[in-house]
């Protein structure tokens, strides 16, 4: 899984964040409000209480457990969706990352070239194995 590190807020770079997780054997990604990806996260360490889940569902999960199986978090329902491509994308680099991985670019080198075609996708570009 790979990932780029900027966070944009009203279309100016804020800051650099850590996107990819580990949580429980496997990783967990997400685009869209850092706040919404990085309680996921938490609540996923926690233990996933669905009492406890969070309240903001802006952004999108993708959770790739220890096996390598890709599930995406879908944040309004909590309903999470087995994923059977190879390989996913999301975020604003997505469509050229997609591209990329689909003629033959690891997850790592896709980031690498949508960062240079998509306005929003900044290094540096972080590279995380299961």
Avoid: N
Wanted: aromatic share 8%.
């Amino acid at each position: 899984m790979a990932c780029d590190s900027s966070c944009w807020v009203d279309g100016v770079l804020q800051h650099r964040v850590q996107k990819i997780h580990r949580v429980g054997g496997g990783l967990v990604g997400f685009a869209g409000s850092i706040a919404y990806g990085l309680a996921i996260v938490e609540w996923l360490k926690d233990g996933a209480d669905d009492e406890q889940y969070p309240k903001e569902k802006d952004g999108t999960v993708i959770i790739v457990d220890s096996h390598g199986r890709i599930s995406a978090l879908e944040a309004e329902s909590k309903t999470v969706c087995r994923i059977r491509d190879k390989f996913v994308a999301i975020g604003s680099g997505s469509a050229v990352a997609l591209g990329a991985m689909a003629a033959g670019a690891t997850a790592y080198e896709a980031v690498k070239i949508a960062s240079r075609f998509d306005a929003y996708t900044r290094g540096p570009i972080k590279a995380y194995q299961i």
